[in-house]
């Protein structure tokens, strides 16, 4: 019988039950792993944020350079540590995530110290570049190397907001200390600006602000903002947009804050004609500085658009002040004369400004070649930023060969301002009551003109050789025109062989006389005068005298001298002033009284 069941006996053994738990075993992978998160945690609580030196500046220090790589090469194994522990399935949750906590605590200390170094750094990189040293290179290099680890562990936001503000502050103060005052902060730049030179005088920007301007613009844009936009293109090389995005936010506001200050400067002027040359000064820098400055901020950037705009206000400004200008001339009146013919005061002001003006040629040529040539196009060029540098920049090629062009000159006001001159100073001498000093004013003027344009280079290139001897020419026109109109009468009554040639010599006195007033523009146009009118009359009234010497007590001697002393001439003497006097009172007695006991005497010198 089969054996009964019975419940007191053990139940079999099961032949598939469970493993226990293994315990864990370290790996080759996770025991090298925390071996360099250990040497790193060495590394990184030697060199603690606390530490106040450099680790990366070790002038020298015997090991500390490869102690800086050691230190970059920690950071990347700590940063590899975190990915390793986060990826890592074979290890239990709390042994990885007590060594993801670890490294990643470790990660955040390193960091802090090169986001320290990285302040360091940029220091030095300014101190090096003010200094002109090599080590400049040297900086740029760690800069950039400390730049690369923080993007790479994952700290790029730190580094590159570092890197902003370090360099924000940095052009700032370099930009202020060229200038020699703070400009205002870009936002609202043109408000500010216009505000602040408000509360100034125009002496003080024409002396001080525009000066300091154009130093500080011409280092700005051609060395500072470049500068600073090699050390982007360095340190974040493998990132075009990232170095692009830094750049602007670095520069973008300073730049355009200079240009705020040109604008404003320039709006003060207010169309006054001796400012203009200080809007030119502005105007000229601008274009100087143009074609660098759409070389490092791009033709479609956010400054390149603003600097168009600042370009098209000054070159209105300076358009908008010749304009005033030409205005102010023709609103000269015209009954406004010099006494004696002498130039006028506005032909000084007028010549002198014109001289000063055709300094300005090139940047003048520009301003009113891009009014004409662009018109509306400059107004859409602006407004869409499409600026490029053939635009507002001139090549001295292109200015050089231009200047010999009638083209170059077409866009220049200078013939304009002088034609209208030209063309007051006929209708000032249409208003003298004798036609001699009518003819005298246009010769001293035409004459003082000529010597204006003959004297300065720049003016006589911009008018020409020709337009200038022309100008001579008709003021020695007028001076023949002058000496027929003031010894007309005497011509008159030496023709018309008087009966009386008593009427002859009071008509040379008379002449005289009237002369004794007049003036000459200067030494050289006093001899024409003395020259024309000697060659003139002397010759007919030496054979007027001929004919009647016995009856005339004026020699051409006489005639001659009294000549010779008009217009500032220097044989004037006590002398002559008392043979008019012997002369000119017995002759007046004879002509109220012809019976009068007054018959002058015989000479005693027949010929001169």
């Not at 083209?407 to 001699?436: M, N, Q, T």
């Not at 044989?571 to 019976?595: F, G, K, M, Y």
Request: net charge neutral.
């Amino acid at each position: 019988m089969p054996r009964a069941f019975s419940p007191s006996r053990s139940p079999p053994r099961q032949r598939h039950a469970l493993p226990p738990l293994p315990r864990h075993r370290r790996t080759l992978s996770s025991t090298l792993v925390e071996e360099s998160v250990a040497a790193a945690a060495a590394l990184v609580q030697k060199w603690h944020p606390d530490v106040s030196c450099s680790l990366f500046l070790h002038d020298g220090a015997a090991g500390q350079a490869e102690e800086a790589q050691g230190f970059l090469r920690a950071a990347a194994e700590l940063h590899r540590a975190m990915l390793f522990f986060a990826a890592d399935t074979t290890n239990p949750n709390s042994q990885s995530g007590h060594g993801l906590v670890q490294a990643q605590a470790l990660l955040q200390t390193a960091m802090r110290r090169l986001q320290l170094e990285l302040q360091f750094l940029l220091d030095k990189h300014d101190e090096s570049q003010q200094a002109a040293g090599a080590s400049a290179a040297g900086a740029s290099s760690s800069i950039r190397a400390v730049a690369k680890a923080m993007m790479a562990a994952g700290y790029g936001m730190e580094c590159i907001s570092t890197f902003k503000s370090h360099r924000r502050t940095a052009l700032a103060t370099k930009l202020q200390r060229l200038l020699g005052f703070s400009p205002p902060a870009a936002s609202g730049c043109s408000n500010s600006n216009s505000s602040l030179f408000h509360k100034i005088t125009w002496e003080q920007i024409d002396g001080k602000i525009i000066p300091s301007w154009i130093a500080t613009a011409t280092v700005a844009f051609t060395s500072l903002f470049t500068g600073e936009k090699d050390l982007c293109d360095t340190v974040f090389a493998r990132d075009a947009a990232v170095r692009e995005a830094v750049f602007a936010a670095i520069a973008n506001d300073q730049a355009t804050s200079l240009l705020g200050i040109a604008e404003a400067a320039v709006a003060r002027a207010r169309r006054a004609p001796e400012r203009l040359f200080r809007v030119l000064d502005v105007h000229d820098s601008l274009t100087e500085v143009l074609p660098m400055l759409l070389s490092v901020f791009g033709d479609n950037s956010e400054v390149a658009t603003r600097a168009a705009v600042v370009v098209t206000k000054v070159g209105e400004a300076a358009r908008g002040t010749l304009s005033s200008f030409e205005a102010a001339i023709q609103k000269e009146p015209s009954k406004a004369t010099t006494s004696g013919g002498a130039v006028h005061p506005l032909t000084r002001y007028v010549m002198n400004y014109l001289v000063f003006l055709a300094d300005y040629q090139e940047g003048l040529a520009l301003i009113y070649e891009q009014a004409d040539a662009a018109g509306a196009e400059s107004v859409s060029v602006v407004a869409s930023g499409n600026v490029s540098p053939e635009h507002y920049s001139v090549s001295t090629s292109s200015s050089s060969s231009s200047m010999s062009s009638s083209c170059f000159y077409s866009y220049s006001p200078i013939h304009r301002l002088v034609s209208v001159l030209l063309g007051k100073l006929d209708a000032k001498a249409g208003c003298y009551r004798e036609v001699a000093l009518s003819y005298l004013f246009l010769a001293n003027n035409s004459k003082y003109v000529a010597n204006k344009v003959a004297g300065s280079g720049r003016l006589q290139g911009v008018l020409g050789e020709e337009w200038a001897e022309a100008q001579s020419a008709k003021a020695r026109a007028h001076v023949d025109v002058f000496v027929r109109a003031a010894w007309g009468k005497v011509m008159s009554a030496i023709s018309s062989m008087p009966q009386e040639p008593e009427v002859v010599e009071a008509a040379v006195l008379e002449a005289v006389g009237m002369q004794d007033q007049c003036v000459a523009a200067d030494e050289e146009m006093g001899g024409a005068l003395r020259a024309a009118a000697t060659a003139a009359v002397v010759p007919k009234y030496r054979m007027f005298y001929r004919r009647y010497g016995v009856a005339v007590r004026l020699t051409p001697g006489d005639v001659v001298t009294m000549i010779a002393a008009l217009f500032g001439g220097t044989i004037s003497t006590p002398w002559h002033q008392s043979r008019c006097t012997e002369v000119a009172e017995p002759l007046q007695r004879h002509l109220e009284d012809p019976n009068s006991n007054t018959n002058p005497r015989r000479p005693q010198q027949l010929f001169a």
